[in-house]
T-cell receptor, first 113, second 114 residues
């Protein structure tokens, strides 16, 4: 099994630009999670999906952030416009059942200049 | 208002000795706890978990202890190996909550000295 795949692994962009992060969950997993890790706030949940439907987006910091899951094998997290304070590592994770162990991807390190 | 706290940012132990990583939580509704290990430039990987109906779970060199009355859990690694050097996160959730979330601690960096 390939595990959770994220792209790109690194992204450097300028303030105001649109950033799109991508995730491919483990095949057969019905739950997909987006996390952000920063020094100040640690690892925090942004949003999660069940069967491609967003269930809880209360962790999304503001309207500049949006996430979609058009099918069971692909999800995007978009930031538009990006700001320097969005610089962080963004992780995608998936799990097979509600409440079961989540498996994380390698993360996307984002730097907004 | 951190619900899950790891008060020790770092820990250094000698190879072969026991490593004990601690975690405290404030939400008495948490009923499922996990430990994740993270190497640099990689995502967290699941290590071990425990349900609130248990007070101990063991998997090889790793044992997690849960003290519900103290709202405290710990991860014991025996014997510690240099490859165990990583950042360890504890996480907690309310499995009966309709909005399933993992709440993570801030992590403890473990260094196992050869």
């Amino acid at each position: 099994d390939a595990g959770v795949i994220q792209s790109p692994r690194h992204e450097v962009t300028e303030m105001g630009q649109e950033v799109t992060l991508r995730c491919k969950p483990i095949s057969g997993h019905d739950y997909l999670f987006w996390y952000r890790q920063t020094m100040m706030r640690g690892l925090e949940l942004l949003i999660y999906f069940n069967n491609n439907v967003p269930i809880d987006d209360s962790g999304m910091p503001e309207d500049r952030f949006s996430a979609k899951m058009p099918n069971a094998s692909f999800s995007t997290l978009k930031i538009q416009p990006s700001e320097p304070r969005d610089s962080a590592v963004y992780f995608c994770a998936s799990s097979s059942l509600w409440g079961e162990t989540q498996y994380f991807g390698p993360g996307t390190r984002l730097l907004v200049l | 208002d951190q619900q899950v706290k790891q008060n020790s940012p770092s820990l250094s132990v000698q190879e072969g000795r026991i490593s004990i990583l601690n975690c405290d939580y404030t939400n008495s509704m948490f009923d499922y706890f996990l430990w994740y290990k993270k190497y640099p430039a990689e995502g967290p990987t699941f290590l071990i978990s425990i349900s609130s109906i248990k007070d101990k779970n063991e998997d090889g060199r790793f044992t997690v202890f849960l003290n519900k009355s103290a709202k405290h859990l710990s991860l014991h690694i025996v014997p510690s190996q240099p490859g165990d050097s990583a950042v360890y996160f504890c996480a907690a959730s309310e499995r009966m909550d309709s909005s399933y979330k993992l709440i993570f601690g801030s992590g403890t960096r473990l260094l196992v000295r050869p």
